[in-house]
């Protein structure tokens, strides 16, 4: 049985004061959306957007754009804000503010899209998203992401109380959609 203060530390929210400033876009087509497998760095061998650090001098739209491009080798594809990500993990010493974008795609996509040294594109049934194989948060705001509704959310991970090994789990987290859709973003 756990002790209260274990409890407790779980359900706190890891306190941060640093904030870094990231993008990731997600292209969604005639019902399949393209994930790429990241093979190297921070999150390996997991599904995710394309997406990095916003640079000194870039919008957020500006630098997701680069990054899809950089990852994936799409240039055009008309990207939407679709919410926000806070992420805080005990793996770093700073929080993730991340603009999550829709890639809309034009005809003919798919010819450009390659692998890069970091990411093997992949497209994916939107039925079919590999939860398991993502982010732990991913299937709480990609619904959301995937029905045009702008969200908002944090999710903190945790190594887990009373694991010996160093990787973090998702311990706490909350999604929500944001009232007035119609604001500019
Ligand atoms: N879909 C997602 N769900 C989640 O919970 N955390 C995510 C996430 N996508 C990214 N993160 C986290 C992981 C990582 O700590 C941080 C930035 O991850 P990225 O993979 O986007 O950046 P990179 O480390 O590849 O950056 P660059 O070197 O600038 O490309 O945000």
Redo the contacts with the bound molecule.
Sequence with gaps: MKGEGEEAEVLTWIPCSKV?F???AFVVKDGKILLGY?KR???AQKY??F???VEAGETSLQAAGR?LEE?SGISSASLVHAGV?F?V?E??ESA?H?D?YRGEAYEGIEKDVRETD?MRPEWFDIDKIPYDK?????VFWMPMLLDKKWFWGR?D?RVPPGESGKETK?ARWWFGELEDATASH
């Design positions: 870094k990231y993008t990731n990241k760095g921070f999150g995710n957007g997406g990095g650090k990054e990852e990500l992420f993990t793996d770093s993730f991340i999550i970091e993502m982010w732990e948060d991913d999710a991970f998702q």
